[in-house]
């Protein structure tokens, strides 16, 4: 059993579009981190949440604790967004990640 | 900006060599990580170090892999045997607490022939 759900799998969307990717997860948390992951490249770290919602720019991240769901948005997408978007919540006596499998973004012009 | 720095960025090895992977966290970090992503696969954790001890690891940390912070800088993950399963992009991570924001580094790209 999948501990970290995120849909869609894949998503693509033309310039301007407004995106959500919606990640549930099982685990009890401490907090939740969405990351983003470029192709071949690293990964680098967009939000960390415990409750209520975040924004930075154009990125909206929300979390529910008690129905254990979070969502991440983009408003006014960009072919720059383009992207592996990761959902990854952090638990455990070590606040380790558990990682989602991801959600492939690509924004067309 | 600080950032958390690997070498190499890609290594090639031959199935049965050790390979050291090098990591650099930011210098007041504490806590420290190793993930791993096979290709087209998710990112699964490795081993998680505090106080200069492994605090964590999982079932993927086998005997053949173990880490060490020689000189308070370096953060390293060895692996003794590579075996061609261990192909994948290598993250190292670091965070000043545990729940704060967590720094990855570029990955160190692991091939065994």
């Known amino acids: 059993k999948n501990e970290v759900e995120q849909s869609p799998q894949n998503l693509t969307a033309q310039e301007g579009e407004f995106i959500t990717i919606n990640c549930s997860y099982s685990v009890g948390i401490s907090a939740l981190h969405w990351l983003q992951q470029h192709p071949g490249g690293g990964i680098v770290s967009l939000f960390m949440l415990s409750s209520g919602k975040k924004k930075h720019g154009r990125l909206i991240a929300t979390i529910n604790i008690q129905e254990k769901h979070s969502s991440l948005h983009i408003t006014a997408s960009h072919p720059r967004d383009s992207a592996v978007y990761i959902c990854?919540?952090?638990?455990?006596?070590?606040?380790?990640?558990?990682f989602g499998k991801g959600t492939l973004l690509t924004v067309n012009p | 900006e600080p950032e958390v720095t690997q070498t190499p960025s890609h290594q090639v090895t031959q199935m049965g060599q050790e390979v050291i992977l090098r990591c650099v966290p930011i210098?007041?970090?504490?806590?420290f990580y190793w993930y791993r992503q096979i290709l087209g696969q998710k990112v699964e954790f490795l081993v998680s170090?505090?106080?200069?001890?492994?605090?964590?690891k999982s079932e993927i940390f086998d005997d053949q892999f173990s880490v060490e912070r020689p000189d308070g800088s370096n953060f390293t993950l060895k692996i003794r045997s590579t075996k061609l399963e261990d192909s994948a992009m290598y993250f190292c991570a670091s965070t000043r607490e545990n729940t704060g924001e967590l720094f990855f580094g570029e990955g160190s790209r692991l091939t065994v022939l």
């Open positions: 210098s007041n970090h504490l806590y």
């Open positions: 170090f505090y106080n200069n001890e492994i605090s964590e």
């Open positions: 990854a919540p952090q638990g455990g006596s070590n606040y380790k990640l558990t």
